[in-house]
């Protein structure tokens, strides 16, 4: 999936949403929950090429490789800032200098906080910080069974540029 970031209007999220919910900066003590949110999505084989679950150790890297100020990876909070139910990462597209202004997204919510509007709500704020980030595209690499997903990005402006048949099989 594409989009070019800031030519198209946001799609209307819920007032619910936005205020259930706290967006911030991920510190590293969010590891463990953003691991167990990515790790609970891995049996269904519908979200992760993973097969089995990664340890916090394992993300420590990918973590570590974040900025706040062009790459950063964001936590959404629900009701007390111990509980995250969903995360959004803005991963580097390509390590060259030219793909700077691209980057692909990762968004994962947790079970029990699934269709409340919270992915359409990061999903929104990323596309409106892009530009702020350095960003002029973004990037969702989504499985062709990910029903749920697809329709998100499709509904905020996101185009298909690729299928890749038996990938990740």
């Given at each position: 999936?594409?989009?070019?970031?800031?030519?198209?209007?946001?799609?209307?999220?819920?007032?619910?949403?936005?205020?259930?919910?706290?967006?911030?900066?991920?510190?590293?003590?969010?590891?463990?929950?953003?691991?167990?949110?990515?790790?609970?999505?891995?049996?269904?084989?519908?979200?992760t090429?993973?097969?089995?679950?990664?340890?916090?150790?394992?993300?420590?890297?990918?973590?570590?490789?974040?900025?706040?100020?062009?790459?950063?990876?964001?936590?959404?909070?629900?009701?007390?800032?111990?509980?995250?139910?969903?995360?959004l990462?803005?991963?580097?597209?390509?390590p060259?200098?030219?793909?700077?202004?691209?980057?692909?997204?990762a968004?994962?919510?947790?079970?029990?906080?699934?269709?409340?509007g919270l992915?359409?709500?990061?999903?929104?704020?990323?596309l409106?910080?892009?530009?702020?980030?350095?960003?002029?595209?973004?990037?969702?690499?989504?499985?062709g069974?990910?029903?749920p997903?697809?329709?998100?990005?499709?509904?905020?402006?996101?185009?298909?540029?690729?299928?890749?048949?038996?990938?990740?099989?």
């Amino acid at each position: 999936r594409r989009h070019e970031a800031g030519r198209k209007e946001m799609s209307q999220v819920s007032a619910a949403a936005d205020t259930r919910y706290r967006i911030r900066v991920a510190q590293r003590e969010d590891l463990p929950a953003i691991v167990a949110i990515y790790n609970a999505t891995i049996p269904s084989r519908m979200v992760t090429a993973d097969l089995v679950p990664v340890s916090v150790n394992d993300r420590l890297p990918w973590f570590e490789a974040h900025s706040s100020a062009t790459r950063p990876i964001w936590v959404a909070c629900a009701n007390s800032p111990d509980e995250i139910a969903a995360w959004l990462s803005f991963d580097t597209f390509y390590p060259r200098a030219a793909y700077d202004g691209t980057a692909m997204l990762a968004l994962y919510v947790a079970e029990g906080h699934r269709r409340n509007g919270l992915g359409k709500l990061l999903l929104s704020r990323a596309l409106a910080a892009a530009p702020s980030l350095g960003l002029h595209t973004l990037l969702g690499y989504i499985f062709g069974h990910n029903a749920p997903s697809l329709r998100l990005f499709e509904g905020h402006g996101f185009t298909r540029w690729g299928n890749f048949p038996r990938v990740a099989v």
